[in-house]
């Protein structure tokens, strides 16, 4: 059975490119803080990668912190700023947990469409805020959030963005979002797992998660991988570079499948904004079925898709994104997200369609 892959929001493939750039970095096998030649080159290819991510996001290299991935970013983000911290009810669990953890943190809501309105961040910013973070484009239902217009109202507070899931399709130059920090991971863009990077501000003061040697100016210890900074930065430029082309490609797919999907599926909702969401992502509320058994069902048939984050899948709990969104708890476990990719055509989404109607219009 060939096997068609709708959970790109989760994991992508390694793209091609990016591997055969890899395999080339592979040669520069030094520790990149030693001081021999091996070292010296390794730390030449680390820095040619850094400035090539700076480059992209319209920064200095010296404002890019390699860290293991996005949810070490986040946590990086979130716990190296003392003080009131300001972030929203649908953000990735990474920016959550730790934000629990602290003692002052305020949870702006978002509209029924799965928008944050900035004046609701506007309001909840107090004089001691430290620090507001907004998730760029949602991983479960794809809302795109207004960035720059909360830039505007922000105060003089940090501003951080989680963008793993905008790096594909949407601008990222940090000067235009208005940004202080922002996260990227690469396993989000055909890139390797295992690696992303945190964008920080040179005038931004943030305490470290990790302490060592003090490698990454003294934020990120331990030795960087110069195989993984090679793969990020040229998954990172192959995906900007045809971000505008892909994103028309997969609007077009996305609207096609979201539209006959609910034409012929009864009881059936799109979940979040169909206006401002990611070209890639469509999440539906199928109602009176269970999305776990639902799952097992399509998987079965050769359809790989899932119910929200895979960061959360090892918990039962209903989606706390669809909860934001006012909806029931019935609504938060019977929602599928299909996410689309590079790979995916219209033969596949017709198909997709044809088992769904036969699994759901019984």
Known sequence: MKRIYLDYAASTLLDKSVKKAMD???????????????????????????????GILG???????????????????IQGV?????????????????????????????RNDGIVKPEDIKNAIREDTRLVSVIYANNEIGTIQPIREINRIKGKAIFHTDACQASEYL???????????????????YGPKGIGILYKKSNVKI???????????????????????????????????????????LTELRDYF?????DQIPNTELNGSIKNRLPNNANFYFKGCSSEELLIKLDLKGIACSSGSACASQFSEPSHV????????????????????????????DYVIKVLCELLNR
Do not use: W
């Open 24 to 54: 080339e970095a592979e040669k520069y096998f030094g520790n990149p803080s030693s001081i021999h030649f091996e070292g010296a080159r390794a730390k030449e290819i680390l820095e040619e990668s850094r400035r090539k991510i700076a």
């Open 59 to 77: 920064c200095k290299s010296g404002e890019i912190i390699f860290t293991s991935g996005g949810t070490e970013s986040d946590n990086l983000a």
């Open 82 to 110: 003392e003080g009131h911290i300001v972030t929203t009810t649908i953000e990735h669990p990474a920016i959550l947990e730790p934000s629990k953890k602290r003692s002052d943190t305020t949870y702006v809501g978002v």
């Open 171 to 189: 601008n990222l130059k940090v000067e235009t979002l208005g940004v202080d920090m922002l996260t990227l991971n690469a396993s989000k863009i």
């Open 207 to 249: 305490s470290p998660l990790i302490y060592g040697g003090g490698q990454e100016g003294g934020i990120r210890s331990g030795t960087e991988s110069v195989v993984l900074a090679v793969g990020l930065a040229e998954a990172l430029e192959i995906a900007q570079k045809n971000r505008n082309q892909e994103s028309e490609r």
């Open 258 to 262: 979201i539209k006959t999907i609910l």
């Open 322 to 349: 669809i909860l934001a969104l006012d909806k029931s708890e019935e609504a938060a476990k019977s929602s599928i997200r299909f996410s689309l990719g590079r790979h995916t055509n219209k033969k596949e989404l």
